[in-house]
């Protein structure tokens, strides 16, 4: 079916295509641009991204199957009934989630709806080593076909890249040919969309999308939160993550590749956080939960395709789809206090440069060793206005940092001069994630409204 075959299928069924809606630029983070963002809203509510190079509208808001009941197929179909009733049009599954039945269970529940009013996500769960052969990968790759009950696959992501490290991720992808193969699916229109899910060794995630050219990524999937932006190390999920989700969704937003959110609530950490940041939260917006307030700060990133939500229950559906119907984001004072939450609740680490200069010189001037060493010395003596801005003396302590930061660093050495060029990464036996630690020093230093 063609795109405007699609639309006008989508329009018959009440969510044809809106208006454009333009969301409030983000300033802590050079990346957030409200000129390309593509958001629209139908008439019942929704907000929708758009899907760079086929113009298809991917709901701002996704069902992540994975939560499901393995037993309860009924719930299962209510939740996806409402959720296609509601707008909702991207679901998201694996082979491996709820003991191997999860694909099974929402193929039935899809297939039970016009093919045309979703998109389905899979993805290539070959993480045993005995499925790393071409012929057993393929069989996992026909099985899906088969438990979704679909000739074509929307998104079809390699699944986890990263856990394991190079070693396993050319085990499952490169050495037996299957990234070759999916490549070919995908011009065969198999797959519509090929994309790659991330936790684990960075490497493997720098690797792929610095072969964007080569492979034509059309997103990836990655863990991404307000905690999570700058404190991806006390990450208690499981799983291994070494670089912020700052980091990762900088990176493909600068290769072109759009961003799908999982554990926007960083597995309902979030909707229990200290009492005495939930109370500045309900102080802004007395009427917003927790969990309103972390799907707003998500989706107002504009290379946001599509955020998952676990809703295996139809108070959390109702809830989220409230919140997306349409997504109110974040203004400037709102990203600054979640930012200063996020501090808080971290601890504000300090930055693990040990002044070695490897990174040395930048290409565009910046003091990196300085600035860091600045900061650093700054968090030991209690100088930074930090967490909260609302204390009586922010403004004085931030006036004092401002100027001793200005005496120490010279005005073609500051953080403020850093373009994100990304030439400092791969000298760094810290591995620190320079640019976004620059971006921080930049967002101390400006003034507050």
């Not at 438990?147 to 990263?162: C, Q, S």
């Not at 309900?282 to 009427?287: E, F, Q, S, T, Y």
């Not at 709102?334 to 930012?339: D, K």
């Not at 300085?370 to 909260?388: H, V």
Request: proline share 4%; with cysteine; hydrophobic share 35%.
């Amino acid at each position: 079916m063609s795109n405007i075959e699609r639309r006008e299928f989508l329009k018959r069924l009440g969510i044809g295509v809106g208006s454009a809606a333009a969301l409030m630029t983000l300033q802590t983070s050079k990346s957030w641009a409200a000129d390309d963002m593509q958001t629209e809203q139908s008439e019942g509510g929704m907000s929708y991204r758009v899907q760079k190079g086929t113009g298809e509208r991917i709901s701002l808001l996704g069902l992540g199957m994975m939560r499901m009941p393995r037993d309860n197929q009924e719930l299962v179909n209510r939740i996806v009934d409402y959720a296609l009733d509601h707008g909702i049009n991207y679901f998201d599954t694996a082979p491996m989630y709820g003991g191997g039945r999860n694909e099974g269970m929402t193929g039935e529940a899809l297939s039970r709806h016009p093919r045309e009013s979703y998109y389905i996500a899979t993805k290539m769960s070959n993480y045993d080593e005995r499925t790393w052969s071409f012929e057993e990968s393929k069989k996992i790759y026909e099985k899906s076909f088969r438990e979704l009950r679909v000739d074509y696959i929307d998104y079809y992501l390699l699944h986890g890249i990263g856990l394991g490290g190079m070693h396993n991720f050319e085990g499952r992808f490169i050495e037996n040919g299957f990234l070759d193969f999916l490549l070919k699916e995908r011009e065969a229109g198999r797959i519509r969309h090929l994309g790659f899910s991330y936790h684990g060794d960075v490497s493997v995630f720098d690797w792929l999308v610095d072969r964007t050219e080569a492979y034509h990524w059309d997103m990836a999937q990655i863990q991404m939160n307000y905690l999570d932006w700058r404190h991806a190390s006390l990450n208690k999920s499981g799983f291994k993550q070494d670089a912020d989700a700052e980091y990762l969704y900088n990176k493909l937003e600068k290769a072109g590749i759009q961003t799908v959110v999982m554990e926007p609530l960083r597995g309902s950490a979030l909707t229990r956080i200290p009492g005495q940041y939930a109370d500045q939260l309900k102080a802004l917006r007395p009427d917003d939960t927790l969990a309103e307030w972390a799907f707003r700060w998500v989706g107002s990133h504009s290379n946001v395709l599509t955020t998952l939500s676990g809703m295996n229950q139809m108070q959390f559906i109702e809830e989220n789809v409230k919140t997306s119907s349409p997504l109110k984001s974040c203004n400037e004072s709102e990203n600054e206090l979640l930012e200063k939450i996020a501090d808080g609740m971290a601890g504000i680490p300090t930055i693990p440069c040990t002044t070695c200069a490897y990174c040395m010189p930048c290409p565009y001037g910046v003091d990196i060793p300085g600035n860091f060493s600045f900061y650093n010395e700054a968090l030991n003596k209690k100088m930074l206005p930090l967490p909260e801005a609302s204390a009586p003396d922010y403004a004085e302590r931030q006036q004092n940092f401002a100027e001793a930061y200005r005496n120490a660093i010279s005005v073609n050495a500051r953080a403020s001069k850093c373009v994100d060029c990304e030439a400092c990464l791969s000298k760094c036996p810290q591995q620190i994630r320079i640019p976004n630690q620059m971006n921080r020093i930049v967002g101390l230093l400006r003034k507050k409204k």
